[in-house]
């Protein structure tokens, strides 16, 4: 809690402090390393010895030195002068003291180029400030793992390939993962193998791939070198020589680590200072709760074991004990192949004799002088280890199936996990958490997706929030194969929540913020406003406001959900997100066109390249999938697909498919054979495509000949009927309106071009007058299209529409173009210019032509190339602008002195210089052509350009001719020759960019002249005024809405609407199934394949090679074994015969049994429980740290626990707790006379020391606890010696559903239990425990019961039944005391039961931190162990799940 309250005050006091990544700067910027100078120092202490001591043993260099192992020297000028504690021995915690640190900042190794961070600090730093500086000011992202990797400090060998196994798969699940490596940080042993794991993989890594954090944490005083690494501000960098050769028993620091937190206790040369604090930091980042996407889990901390000795062996026990699992790299070395070689083994096997056999197998150097007090002492650590199978993993390399580290790693935090007691589905949710936050869908898949756990799509939700969020498809995916559906998934409130954890590097992310930063003014106390969909609505440039309107409350706005999360993917370019929801998508054609449509909107404004490329190929991709599934439909029935192409689609937008494909510029799509073939047909009208061309123009002419079967038509009814039908449907085809326009349109001109040379009077002729009556037509058609709104959209939108189009604003232009003439020719004064006006309309209107020819597949596309090559002209003249105006002005300034005259000017500067491209050289240039008479010497003749310089007595030029000549030479070289080649080259290659693509561009554009004249009336101007007529009247008069043509959009009917939806979704099945086919069938996936079945059928062959040698291997190990074991048998039978008797029952030898052959490949997790089926003894009473103390028993190993076995060297300390309540316990101390007094075996007063198990032994005047020894004298921290009686009274009901039916679990009723929580418990305990004497009801019980319900409850208890009675395992047991209890079962059948509803009613908690519930029986019940012994055998009474 200390350190918590610490996190935040830090937190508080450097709020102002930004947090930096560490893989933008590993080096900060000045104000970041002034942040750093500051903070450290205030935080952060070193030790420093103030007290010289001298010592009797002398430094390597012969020195003299003080205990703490510096020299004088090395001291502080006031640790040498006298002072009171001279003459007493040096004591760390008196002689030491703590003072700001001076080493801190960043390491460069000098000569290696490897950079990191570091920091020297004390001790007893609290973890807190430790995490603090890594995450806050040393930017390192808060873990989602922590590896630990522990082992032999000094150098040694390992195979080769093993060694390779081990860095490869160590630094892919820290990479993976995101996870810390914690390891000693110097430059030798384990740490020297991890250092080089990660500088292989950052040397074949990409910067894309990230950087593993690699903390290597050491002690101060034995870092050779490290004086370097001093400055009292800090050191940005300091500089770092590693010297192994001089090093002596000091250690380098490894290069290849990232940062080094450097321990120190004011010593030099003392080795293991760091362990206490890199034990406390593990904890304390183990606790700490890192949350993403919604979902928070502790981070959680794994131990990688690599040979090692004694003190590995501790860490290793110390990790199991804390709940830590451990992962031993078999083939190591030392501790870690001992502990492989007995982890198979029952622990009743694992015997001081097999320990000592191991030993000197791999610890030949120290075997001989290892005291049999340290055997026993590794047996019983072995032993516990071994003991918790589920915290233990094994990797063998090529053995059982193993094949990668990196997956036992993840495998052993799984089992872990797994193993752990938690309420209901607890446990699968948290392998679960864990696995998405590694990102290894792979261990999801194996070992948590599996027969043994059946997941409700429910419970999948949290974890699919966070997959999305992270962005982590194949979960996406996996979540979906098992059950999860977006439509119940996508609420509101997901969306929403979705919205607001955007990507930061996304272009939307930008953009939304903006749009939240221009909500209007609020009051400083309200907080920012939360992201809304109408918020996403407003999105410039990307059309969602049609999708997401503005709502007050949180309604089921959607129509479709998957439809709202590939929004969400597509506008965060999340490439393999999109792919897995369009899959789920039901309108899945418009779905693609739609995104293709987002995708290239936002891609205008993104300005990263990288992001441009991927988003315009996701566009193309989504494209194509909408291409290959409307194939696959246009294949099966083309009807059907061109009603996919018309429908409305109410999810998006009240659009249709083509619609979007258009406004997508999605070409490709549009250029679809079935998507041509349908304009074609609406082309056509009513009539048949077959018709020829000719046969419609003649019908236009004379159309009687439409009832002479000229022409035919698609509808058999029509082509029956010989009536006005006929003529209508004929007028009506789009072609021959088309047909009919263009002759029109034709006429016009003529009669415009006759009117403009032949017959243009001061007073208008009937010709004219016909052309401004035509034009007037012309007006009228062009605001019929602009007020033309079928859809509703709005004037706004449908005047944006109209005005998006070149040829509208084209149209435009020429009428007021025309206006503007026609005003001025009607002024008499203004006659002429009035006409030149109306000539240059004349052009305009010209120019419209090219829009009417884009319908012709000969011409339409030479049009399109026309119009890409004016922009190219339109970049050459800004080029060649250049040229032209810099040569003419040079030109002019050289030849003309102050030519006042503009218009000389102008021809002067850039018409003359124009000309000479095309041949017409400038006059005068060289002084030849010279002549006074051409030319106007003061420039007063406005017909005559000014005369160049000349000598006006020779008459001649006085220019340097030579100058205008080279500059003449030069300008044509780069005008002529560069400029124009690098038009045509241009001309050239957009003429081959355009010609490849100018089919689709050209079926593109052709889509907007059909529905032009799909809309258009059938008369042609000037009699379209009829039709403008006839509709003013209806839209205007009578009020009828416009409606657009059904061929273009179509609204079905809901049933129809759902059988063609049903059908496209079966369709783009088999599309996606045909993908993955061709994706198999590709060369490179078939070679990919075959070498995947060629190493799988290796490693089968490879494992079933080891699995005979090893068989063979365990047969003649189990052999060996039989026969040691039958000689020793008959050795014991000779010696009896030869004494004449049968020998003493101690001796007799037991035979091994046959299962021990089974012993070393066996998985330590093979089916074993936490109590390993061979302990036939208690296990809790031995655990070697006494629990709330720092009392250490003595190890006691499974077969010294029997009083009658001989233990020579047993000596257990004797501990008895000094306890507040001295009137109910027994005397403290080890002296006999206060115990005197104590009757045993039977009741001594108040005290009942009798013992359900008999009559116990008593020895120098203490009891001995029956089941054996526990490695501790006393009473510990119970009551009495001797036995100490407990009740546990055990409250269960039957477990009811709503309907208050009887709930049922594999066919079994399931129960709840009373269970309640201390606040200093992590378990929850069973409602009993100690009673006060002559009392019935336990103290715990009474504590959450009211005094008035206390005595009804001893009634109950006397009805109650008895399930257990006896000894009880606990922690807290000695040699001389222990605890028994009796355990009754208190049973409420019926939910009505006057007794469980007073119950109830009267529960209570008397303290605030204390908690009581009813709770499931389950065998994953958090409850002490001995507590769900009892709660099974209660389970079995009633035939109830457990």
């Known amino acids: 809690m200390a350190d918590l309250g610490m996190v935040s005050n830090l937190r508080r006091s450097n709020s102002s402090l930004c947090k930096t990544r560490r893989l933008q700067h590993l080096f900060g910027n000045s104000a970041k390393q002034e942040n750093l100078s500051s903070w450290i120092p205030e935080n952060i202490t070193k030790k420093e010895c103030m007290y010289f001591v001298e010592s009797s043993k002398l430094s390597d260099a012969g020195k003299v030195v003080c205990e703490c192992g510096y020299t004088r020297q090395q001291h502080l000028e006031e640790a040498t002068r006298p002072h009171t504690l001279q003459g007493k021995d040096w004591d760390p915690k008196k002689h030491v003291q703590e003072m700001p640190t001076d080493a801190f900042g960043d390491i460069v190794f000098t000569g290696l180029g490897q950079k990191g961070k570091y920091v020297r600090l004390s001790q007893d730093t609290p973890s807190s400030v430790i995490y603090h500086l890594m995450t806050q000011y040393w930017g390192l992202d808060v873990p989602n793992l922590l590896i630990s990797v522990t082992g032999g400090a000094k150098d040694f060998n390992m195979k080769p390939r093993l060694k390779s196994i081990f860095r490869r798969g160590l630094v892919k699940v820290a990479q993976t993962t995101g996870a810390w490596i914690i390891t000693g940080g110097s430059h030798t042993g384990v740490m020297k193998q991890v250092g080089e794991a990660v500088r292989d993989f950052t040397l074949s890594s990409s910067y894309n791939e990230g950087e593993v954090v690699t903390v290597g944490i050491a002690t101060w005083g034995t870092v050779h070198n490290r004086e370097g690494l001093v400055h009292p501000s800090g050191s940005f960098p300091a500089e770092y020589i590693m010297d192994e050769e001089g090093q002596g028993h000091l250690t380098c620091l490894d290069s290849n680590h990232s940062h080094f937190i450097l321990v120190d206790d004011g010593t030099h040369g003392r080795y293991g200072v760091e362990i206490p604090l890199r034990t406390k930091l593990e904890k304390f980042i183990s606790e700490q709760t890192k949350e993403k996407g919604g979902v928070a889990i502790k981070i959680p901390v794994v131990c990688v074991v690599l040979e090692g000795g004694p003190g590995t062996l501790h860490t290793i026990y110390n990790a199991i004990t804390n709940g830590t699992p451990c992962v031993v790299v078999e083939g190591s070395g030392r501790v870690a ?344 047909k609406v082309w056509w009208g009513q009539l048949c495509v077959d018709n020829g061309l000719w046969r419609v123009i003649l019908c236009m002419v004379a159309f009687p000949l439409l009832y002479t079967g000229l022409i035919t038509f698609r509808e058999r009814r029509l082509q029956a009927t010989r009536g006005l039908l006929r003529v209508r449907a ?97 002024i008499p004064g203004l006659l002429y210019p009035g006409r030149v006006i109306l000539s240059l309309d004349f052009i305009m209107f010209c120019l419209r032509l090219m829009h009417i020819f884009t319908v012709s597949k000969t011409l339409g596309p030479k049009i399109i190339i026309v119009k890409r090559m004016m922009k190219d002209v339109f970049f050459f003249l800004f080029l060649l602008a250049v040229w032209v105006v810099s040569f003419g002005v040079a030109k002019q300034a050289i030849l003309i002195h102050n030519e006042s005259r503009v218009d000389w000017i102008f021809r002067g500067v850039i018409y003359q210089s124009y000309l000479t491209i095309f041949g017409q050289m400038p006059a005068y240039i060289d002084g030849v052509n010279f002549s006074l008479d051409q030319c106007s010497p003061n420039g007063t003749d406005p017909y005559k350009p000014k005369c160049p310089e000349s000598d006006a007595i020779r008459h001649e030029p006085a220019f340097p001719e030579w100058l205008t000549v080279i500059l003449l030479c030069l300008y044509l070289l ?107 069938q590709r060369p490179e996936q078939q070679i990919q394949d075959i070498r995947d079945k060629v190493s799988t059928v290796v490693d089968l062959l490879e494992r079933e090679s080891l699995k005979q040698s090893g068989l063979v291997e365990q047969r003649l190990a189990s052999l060996e074994e039989q026969m040691a074991q039958t000689s020793r048998a008959l050795h014991w039978i000779v010696k009896a015969l030869r004494d004449s008797g049968f020998g003493s029952e101690e001796g007799f030898p037991t035979l091994a049994p046959q299962k021990a052959s089974l012993g070393r490949d066996r998985e330590p997790d093979g089916g074993h429980k936490a109590e390993d089926a061979g302990d036939t003894h208690h296990v809790n009473a031995r655990h070697l740290l006494y629990p709330n103390s720092h009392v250490t028993r003595f190890p006691v190993p499974n077969e010294k626990v029997p009083w009658e ?175 028994e209890t009796v355990a009754i079962s208190i049973h409420f059948p019926d939910q009505s039961d006057m007794d469980l509803k007073r119950l109830n009613s009267h529960l209570h908690t008397c303290d605030p931190g204390m908690s009581v519930q009813w709770q499931v029986v389950d065998k994953r019940i958090p409850l002490y162990a001995n507590h769900k012994t009892i709660l099974q055998k209660v389970a079995a009474l009633f035939g109830a799940f457990y």
């Open 974 to 1080: 780069f005008t002529n020759i560069l400029l124009l080649n690098l038009l045509i080259a241009m001309f050239n290659y957009t003429f081959q960019q355009v010609q490849e693509h100018t089919d689709q561009i050209w079926k593109f554009q052709r889509h907007d002249l059909i529905e032009e004249y799909h809309g258009r009336p059938p008369a042609p101007p000037p009699f379209i005024l009829l039709s403008h007529l006839h509709l003013f009247i209806k839209r205007v008069v009578l009020k009828i809405p416009a409606k657009r043509h059904k061929q273009l959009k179509t609204k079905l009917e809901k049933n129809e609407e759902a059988a063609l939806l049903s059908w496209e979704i079966y369709l783009k099945e088999n599309y996606l199934q045909n993908q993955q086919y061709q994706q198999k």
């Open 337 to 680: 192949d001992v502990i492989a070689q007995v982890a198979g083994l029952p622990t009743g096997e694992i015997t001081i004799a097999r320990i000592q056999q191991a030993l000197s197998v791999f610890f030949r150097e120290m075997f001989e002088t290892l005291p049999e007090s340290s055997v026993v002492e590794w047996t019983k650590k072995i032993q516990d280890i071994v003991r918790r199978r589920q915290l233990l993993t094994v990797f063998r390399e090529g053995k059982d199936g193993q094949q990668d580290v990196d997956v036992a790693i993840l495998q052993a935090l799984l089992k872990a996990s797994r193993s752990h007691d938690y309420f209901g589905h607890e446990n699968w949710d948290h392998q679960l958490k864990l696995a998405v936050a590694w990102n290894r869908v792979d261990i999801a898949r194996s070992e948590i997706f599996s027969d043994e756990r059946q997941w409700k799509p429910s419970e999948l939700h949290p974890v699919m929030m966070a997959a999305l969020i992270s962005n982590k498809p194949e979960f996406v995916k996996l979540f979906l194969e098992n059950g999860v559906r977006l439509k119940e998934f996508v609420t509101w409130d997901t969306l929403l929540h979705l919205y607001q954890h955007l990507d930061p590097s996304c272009l939307f992310h930008s953009k939304l913020q903006k749009v939240l930063a221009e909500e209007p003014e609020r009051p400083a106390c309200r907080p920012a406003p939360r992201v809304q969909m109408h918020h996403v609505a407003q999105m410039q440039g990307v059309s969602l406001r049609s999708l997401y309107k503005r709502s007050s409350g949180h309604v089921a706005f959607t129509m479709d959900p998957v439809r709202d999360l590939l929004i969400w993917a597509i506008v965060q370019n999340r490439r393999e997100l999109a792919e897995i929801i369009w899959a789920q998508s039901q309108d899945c054609i418009v779905a693609a066109v739609a995104c293709s449509k987002i995708l290239k909107e936002l891609a205008k404004e993104e300005e990263d390249t990288d992001s441009l490329e991927e988003m315009l190929a996701l566009a193309d991709e989504c494209e194509h999938r909408a291409i290959g599934v409307f194939t696959e439909c246009h294949r099966k029935d083309e009807e059907r697909a061109q009603k996919l192409l018309t429908r409305v689609s109410e999810a998006w937008g009240r659009t249709t498919c083509l619609q979007l494909a258009l406004k997508a510029e999605d070409m490709k799509f549009v250029s679809h054979g079935g998507i041509q073939a349908f304009l074609t």
């Open 730 to 826: 004929f007028f009506n085809a789009p072609v021959v309106i088309f047909h009919l326009n263009i002759l029109s349109y034709f006429a016009f001109l003529c009669l415009f071009a006759y009117v403009l040379m032949v017959d243009f009077q001061p007073t208008p002729s009937w010709c004219e007058y016909l052309i401004y009556f035509w034009l007037f037509s012309l007006v009228c058609e062009e605001l019929r299209q602009l007020l033309y709104d079928p859809d509703d959209f709005g004037l706004m939108k449908v005047a944006l529409l109209y005005f998006s189009d070149f040829w509208n604003k084209l149209d435009i232009g020429a009428i007021l173009l025309f206006a503007a003439g026609l005003s001025c020719r009607l």
């Open 1205 to 1379: 076995t001989d233990f020579l060297i047993y000596d257990p300390p004797f501990y008895t707790d000094d306890r507040k309540d001295k009137g109910l316990v027994d005397p403290v101390g080890n002296a006999l006379e206060p115990l005197a007094g104590i009757t045993y075996n039977a009741v001594d007063g108040p005290i009942d020391r009798r013992s359900f198990h008999g009559v116990y032994a008593v020895q120098d005047g203490l009891p001995l606890n029956p089941m054996g020894r526990t490695g501790l004298r006393g009473r510990g921290s119970l009551s009495c010696f001797g036995p100490n009686h407990t009740l546990q009274p055990v409250i269960t009901r039957w477990r009811r559903n709503q309907d208050g039916a009887i709930c049922r679990k594999s066919i079994k009723k399931m129960l709840e239990v009373l269970v309640v929580k201390h606040p200093v418990s992590e378990s929850w305990a069973l409602p009993g425990g100690s009673r006060e004497p002559g009392e019935i009801l336990p103290r715990k019980l009474k504590q959450v019961l009211r005094r008035e319900f206390w005595s009804p409850f001893q009634n109950l208890l006397i009805q109650g039944t008895e399930v257990y009675k006896g000894y009880v395992d606990d922690p807290r047991n000695t040699d001389n005391a222990w605890i």
